[in-house]
């Protein structure tokens, strides 16, 4: 892990290099046409960079999944990770958190015309539900569904695969992934009512307390200026059954 000082390498380079997924839609997803990674988490990476550092500053992108995220963080890769990533408690133990910039709910991706309706219908002896390794999502369908099979695979992709080939009845991850998914296959929905709050925060090393303290800072002005509400709508405001105004600022 680098000992320099984020914030003060960031003011030097004019630059902050974030840690993105580049398989989740509507968040961060290759566009493999241009190259590009695009979603709402890259777009907020930009907007906070350019607050942060000024209009002229670049907002650098490595991509990480679920697994490879902190390790990444900790070996100095990166200056900060916003990757759909939950704020919990285990995870404080490990990194810091910004402040929430989005407010997500763990659900379901299932088939339509799926008896599964909700997590409660997965709680039968044997039912088989897919995860991501690394997600905080697998842990609480132990706990909402304890009788249910979990089929951990590395990323969204594989699971994506898996629900469609009928390793499981369904899917679980934080809702805006699902709605996501949902938007590029239309025979799949989300069902059920997000039954976990899943705020994201921006991720820093330990002892970076001079870049919290301006990520948090540029969070404020760009709930204030409107400019965050702007990116809401452009991700999320025609994606159907996902409220977006339940993460308004």
Known sequence: MKNTNAW????KTDSLTWGVKADTKLFGLMNVKTSQIEGFDIDMAKALTKKMLGKDAKANFVQVTSQTRIP?????NLDAIIATMTITDERKKVVDFSNSYFDAGQSLLVK????????????????????VVGSNSVENIKKF????QVIQLQDYAQALTALKSGQGAALTTDNGI????AVDNPNYQVVGKAFTKEPYGVAINKGQDDLKEHVNKALKELEKSGEY??????????????DYKEVER
């Open 8 to 11: 003060t390498q960031a003011q």
């Open 72 to 76: 990444l963080l900790k070996n100095g």
């Open 112 to 131: 339509k015309g799926s008896p599964i309706k909700n997590v409660q219908d997965l709680n039968k002896s044997g039912t088989k539900v897919i995860g």
């Open 145 to 148: 569904a304890p009788k249910a």
């Open 178 to 181: 699902l709605f996501g998914m």
């Open 229 to 242: 509400n702007k990116l809401i709508e452009k991700w999320f405001g025609n994606i159907a059954g996902f």
